[in-house]
């Protein structure tokens, strides 16, 4: 649930430029509270620019404090047998997901490209998806945390599949998630910004 806060909280700032502002200076006995700009930044102009670099360490600190980091720190790293091997299945994780990451966007940027998108265009269409798949996504992750709060047994629901790989055997709720957050909310919302996207003004 904490997880699906921080995407909620990360999507909306991505998606309006905004974000959900908490007085914890005033608290901390701070006397100057509020400003009408973010780093010299208008904050109603934070949705015409570029989303910060730094969000995509926020992504990435999400993901790693989830069931990803569990995975690797107490299944993967203590079968390897020895202290100098642990590091090594979180360094293939961090590998193959920038890897991945590569190919996807450069898979888009493709079709975008032949599409006949402009530069300002490419950005506003591939801006959205990553927004709506973390808002949503996160709104997902809440979701689920609150049932698995209320029905302990849900978080026990698995299918065998026989497949020797950690997260496809068993399918759980976990599979479950992030199948529905990255195949459907992500490649979903995608290939629908792209189909719309020539009709975008730039």
Same mark, same amino acid.
């Given at each position: +649930? *904490?997880?699906?806060?921080?995407?909620?909280?990360?999507? /909306?700032?991505?998606?309006?430029? #905004?974000?959900?502002? /908490?007085?914890?200076?005033?608290?901390?006995?701070?006397?100057? @509270? @509020? $400003?009408?700009?973010?780093?010299? !930044?208008?904050? @109603?102009?934070?949705?015409?620019?570029?989303?910060?670099?730094?969000?995509? =360490?926020?992504?990435?600190?999400?993901?790693? /404090?989830? *069931?990803? *980091? $569990?995975?690797?720190?107490?299944?993967?790293?203590?079968?390897?047998? $020895?202290?100098?091997?642990?590091?090594?299945?979180?360094?293939?994780?961090?590998?193959?997901? +920038?890897?991945?990451?590569?190919?996807?966007?450069?898979?888009?940027?493709?079709? +975008?490209?032949?599409?006949?998108?402009?530069?300002?265009?490419?950005?506003?269409?591939?801006?959205?998806?990553?927004?709506?798949?973390?808002?949503?996504?996160?709104?997902?992750?809440? *979701?689920?945390?609150?049932?698995? !709060?209320?029905?302990?047994?849900?978080?026990?629901?698995? =299918?065998?599949?026989?497949?020797?790989? $950690?997260?496809?055997?068993?399918?759980?709720?976990?599979?479950?998630? !992030?199948?529905? =957050?990255?195949?459907?909310?992500?490649?979903?919302?995608?290939? #629908?910004?792209?189909?719309?996207?020539?009709?975008?003004?730039?």
């Amino acid at each position: +649930m *904490a997880v699906g806060v921080a995407m909620a909280a990360a999507g /909306l700032y991505v998606i309006k430029g #905004r974000y959900v502002h /908490l007085p914890i200076d005033v608290l901390l006995g701070g006397r100057r @509270h @509020h $400003s009408d700009e973010v780093g010299g !930044v208008p904050m @109603h102009e934070l949705e015409e620019r570029d989303v910060p670099l730094g969000m995509t =360490v926020v992504h990435g600190l999400i993901a790693g /404090l989830g *069931a990803y *980091a $569990s995975v690797i720190t107490f299944v993967l790293a203590p079968q390897t047998g $020895s202290i100098a091997y642990a590091p090594l299945p979180g360094l293939f994780f961090g590998l193959g997901t +920038m890897a991945m990451q590569v190919v996807f966007g450069a898979f888009f940027g493709a079709i +975008m490209r032949m599409r006949g998108l402009t530069e300002e265009q490419i950005r506003r269409v591939a801006r959205r998806p990553a927004g709506l798949t973390l808002y949503y996504g996160g709104l997902l992750f809440i *979701a689920a945390g609150g049932l698995i !709060v209320a029905l302990p047994e849900v978080d026990a629901w698995a =299918v065998a599949t026989g497949v020797p790989i $950690s997260n496809l055997d068993p399918i759980n709720i976990g599979t479950i998630l !992030v199948l529905a =957050v990255v195949g459907i909310l992500g490649i979903g919302t995608m290939l #629908r910004e792209i189909g719309i996207g020539r009709g975008r003004r730039p």
